[in-house]
Every structure is written in C-alpha cells, then in structure tokens.
C-alpha cells in the first residue's frame, strides 16, 4: 500500500485544462476531430480547386491570344495600356500568336479560349479617323470568356470612337474647316495620351482571393464551425453518459468544467484551422496573406464559431439534437458567408445577408489580408469579436445548467 | 473528531414542481458502518444522495460530510467523498487506468500520484490485467467494477453507492457485495442505496426505509423486525419422541409455539439465532436425533410489507 492518496480540491484552471486533455485525448482516438476538422475539408478544398480552377492554377485566368499585324501607336497602346494590366491583374494570359490564322487553329482546337486580331493598318485608320476594326474569334465552348473577351474589345473601340467623335467635333467647328493632315495629328494625340486617372480596383483583383486560396480558406472555415462543436457538445454527451455526475461530485468548481470543455473547443478549432493552412499552402498553393494576420482571423474566428455552436447546444436536448441544429445553422452560415462561393457580389439583400455570417467576416479579412498590412482586418476582427461576445455571453448564462444532473 | 458522524444530513427536503421526491429525511452514518437506504424504484432514494453528494440543490436541510457542509457549490466536503452513480459513468474511449488516473488527478493528486494509486484500485478491483484496455472492450462486470473503483480513488471517508448491483450478472454481484463489505470493515463509512431486500440484509449494519420520499423507518434489522413484532420460525427434521421433545419446548420463555410434523418439530420462537442451542441441547437431551435444521427470520421484505400495505417490488 503507497501513502495516503492525496485529498485536496483541484485548483479551478487546473482542473479545467485536465478535463480539456481528457476529451481532446477521446476526440483523437475516435477520429471524429480528425476527419471533419482536417481531411474533410482538405479533400473538399482539393475537389473544388480540381473542378473550378485546378490545383496548381487560377481558374479566372483566360487564355487570350493576341494576333497583331498593325505595329502602329493605337494598336501598341492596346496592348500596354489595357491588355497588359488585366494579365497583371490575372483575369488574362496573353499569348503573342505570329497572325490571325494561327490564332483562329489554337482558338479552335481549345488552345486558346479566345484571340483577338488587330489587322494591318488600324493605327493608320485611327489617326486618319476613318473607320477601323479589329476582330474577336470565340471559342464555341466558352461563351462566358467569349463575352469578356469582346467587352474588352468594345471598351477600346468605344474610347476610340468618342475619339473620333471629338476630333470631329472640333473640326466642324473650326472656322474654314481642318485640313485632314491637322485631324490626323489631333487624332494621334488624343490616341497616344495615356488614361488621365488610372482606377487601382482592389476589390476585384488584388483584394479578391484566388481560387486556390479561396476554397482552401472557405472549407477551412466551413468545417471549423463542425469541429468546435465537439467541444461544447462534451458537455451534452457528459450528461447522457451519466458521468457529468461524477464530476460534479469531485472537487472542482462547476465553472472548470465549463471552461474544459470550451478550451477543448478552442484547442480542436484553432489546430485544424493551422494544419489547413499549412496543408493548403504546401499541396495547392494557396496563399493565406501575412501570418500574424491569418493568425488572429483564426483566433477570432474560432471564438465566434464557439459563440454560435454553443448557444445552439443549449437549446438541445442531448448531443445528437445538438449535432443537428449545430450542422443545419453551420451549413446555414456557410452558404450565407461565401464558403462555397462569394454571395458577397450577389445583387440586393443576399449580399447584405452575409454580414451575420461570421465566415463572410473571416474571408473579408483574408481578402484585405492580401491588400494592405496589418491593420486593415481590424473590421472584420472586431466583427467576429462582436458574434463571439453576443453570443458567448448569451450561451454562457445558459451553458450554467447544462453542468447540472 | 473520530466518534462524530460521517455524514450527518437533516430534514432533506426536494420538490419536483408539484410532486415531493424528498421530504424530511433525516439519518446520520458512523465511521465503519454501512447504512442502506432501502425503498422500491421511484421512492427518493437517489434524489436523496443527489442532494447529500452536492450534485442536487435542495429545497430545505442540512448535509454535512466529515464535519463540512455540503452544497451544490462547495468543494471541500467533496475531498472526503466517494461517489458511484447508479449507471456507470466511465469514458469508452479511454483505458481503465486513463480513467482512474484522470478522475483521480481532479482530486488534487499529481500525476504520479493518480497512476500509483489508480494502479491500487485496478488491484482491488481485480483489472490489473485490462488496465491498458479501452474501457469500451470491458465486459458489463468489469464496467461495473471500473465504476467502483473511481469511486475509491481518494480513499474516501463516505462512499455513496447508488445501486451498485442493477442489471450485474451474479457472480459480478456477489463479487461487488463482497468488495462493499471489505471496505466498510476498513473504517469506510458506506451509504447504499438498494431496492433489493437481500442485499441490504447482508450488507447493512443499519437501514433506513424510503418510501414516497419519506424515511419511514430506520435501524438495524433486528430493531426493524422488532418493530414489526414477528417472531422467528425452526423447523427441526428429527427422529425419535418428537412429541416429548415439542412438549419440553413450549415450556421455554422464548418459544411461542411447538407443533409436531410429520418429520419433526415445527417452532415460532424469538430470537431464533441466539436461543438454537438451547433448542438442539433439549432434543439430545430427550434422545432425539436432529437430522437438519432451518430458521427462517422475518425479512426487511415483511416489515416494507407491514410499514407500507405493499411488496418493495410493487
């Protein structure tokens, strides 16, 4: 026989990080934690990456081949001024293609999503302004590209045109006319100025995230709402299990079972949500912004993803109605918050609706993650702490009588 | 310190909206001494211990466990309880040791500790061998010995023991009868609740009678068969001048009445365990050879009975 067993009341954090360690050792051995906080999600990410952009690209990105036989100032400035920044922004790949029969085969056999030719002489006729065209050939399968194709196109013919229209303007206004060697010269220099105001539109590039980064992040945060679940819901399977008894008869207070079980929440939440990170990044490519920051979105993520799950859990019954409601009103928020596709550019009230889903938050704070430093995810930070507050406190005035017999 | 009770608890009381579940129970535990709380299902039992656990906020009363008070908030009387609820309350996905070891930490025990001595209870309850098991792969017996077993983890002063025996096959029975029984004669104070007559006739030195939430009578079996007023019957299987015998007999103080048999000698005597002596000393007296012999007593069965118009299984 040792010495007398010790016999003293556990410290309350003490005892709350043991009940934490005991459920998150449960939650390891019987996978759950595992497959919905981790490999779901993962293979999610990796099927919609597959099927809308490719693991290793981005989907947005349209081949364009760019067949230029005109080597004057208007087709040049085409080129530098209005291609050239929308492959920067990555909504095109250009292709240089040698003539328009070339681009018309690759565009055909599906090379090429779409081409655009400038023929011989369209600079000439520009600064003669005499009418010119250029020509758009669309792929058959790709009607959507087809469309973009053809309103970058129309946007320069139509500044072109206004072009034309003002050089035309000052002519038949000029006392005794304007011999057509001073049009032409109007015309030039009005085609070689460079746009007066360049607009940087962050929101719909750089802001925006790619796809691989997107879906990595959007089933990151989809499925996080699951795994914090298994920790509040501790609290519902101790009851029916009979062994919330047993620990309300040992020495703790009930608050330390309380705070184990939502440390357990946060503890699952917080490690998926890094594993994914760092998967996503390692095996897509995926690039979640400065680390701190993704850090922080995380933290305040989880806290209000724990908020939400918890206040369900109180409303339940037992654990398999808390599963229930959790995974509908997750499923909910999900859609809402853009996991699977951004409702944030939806027309009218669906757009709005994405401000109570805490997942929207948490994208937006990845998007101006990537756009800025630091302290432009103060908003949605202070957001999520906003749902985690709100609904923590609510959920812990309630979460008091689950720790009951 | 030592001759006050273990547990006091006076004047429990627990409404359920409009029903009663505990009105008034009053009864105190000694060291050493196992007292059985004794009533059919639904009676109040459990919400009794509930409130003398600290699990069950009561309406009225007072509980006071090794001369602290005991609330649903209080910590320090906990430290010298030992409880084992009715269903078990053990974690399936941990081993038998990883339960012993994390309950026992939660009583203050470091970690070393909790092992030396969750590696003690696994002794006592006899699964040394299965210790490293997942608790889910355990038989029903050794789930119900596991959930014993935290209940000792601390070495407590007061072991409440809510109906250890439901749904125990019997040899698992006997052995958990067996095991309550050892540690009361180690100076545990045990409080058990039972709705089985027999079990609280073998185990208890004193028992408490629930009934409809009130305690309606309390003491050693012997005090409650007393109260009761019956007497104890001897059936002697005899050869020889049985009639001799059964005449010599009713004269004794203690014998109420002898009748012959057919194979014997039928008695209603008092005190049936004290006075068999005198009763075999009388018939070898008169040469008759007693062939076997069979006292039956009245059983906590007949008072619940006589207290109460029904069965404890009603």
Redesign the interface.
Known sequence: ??E???????APAR?AL?IAE?DL??RI??RSALIFGILVPLGLAFIFNAIFGGVSGNSLAISLGVAVSDHGPVSQAFVRQVLDPLQRSGLLVLHTEPSAAAARSLTANGTLRAAIVIPSGFSGAVLANQPASMTVIENASAPVTAQIVHAIAEGYTADLNRIRLSVRTVAANSPGGLSPARIGQLAARAAAAEVPVAIRDISASTKELDNKSFYSAGMAVFFLFFTVSFGVTGLLEERN???M??????????ASILAGKLITSFVLGAFSMTVLVIATSLLFGASWGNPAGVALLIAAATLAAIGIMSLIATFARNAEQASNWQSVVAVILGLLGGTFFPVSQAPGILSKLTLIAPQAWFLRGLGDLRAGSLSVIWTPIAALLVFTVVTGAVALFRLRHLA?? | MADSPVLQCHGLRRKFGDLVAVDDVSFQIAHGETYGLLGPNGAGKTTTISMIAGLLERDAGEVSVAGKPMTTRTVQAKVALGYVPQDLAIYPDLSGLENLVFFARLYGMSRAQAKGRAREVLELIGLSDRAGDQTKKYSGGMKRRLNIGVGLLNDPKLLILDEPTVGVDPQSRNAILESVSGLSSAGMAVLYTTHYMEEAERLCDRVGIIDHGNLIAEGTRRELVGMVGEFDSVSLTASGDVSAVAQALATMDFVKKASVTEDGIDLVVSDARDNLPGILAEAAAQGVAIKSVEVTEPDLEAVFLHLTGRALRD
Request: aromatic content about 0%; cysteine-free.
């Open positions: 026989m040792t007398q067993p010790a016999r003293r009341p556990r005892a043991l005991k050792k449960a051995r019987d299990d009979g062994t008894a047993r620990l309300i008869a040992a020495p703790i207070p009930r009951e017999v």
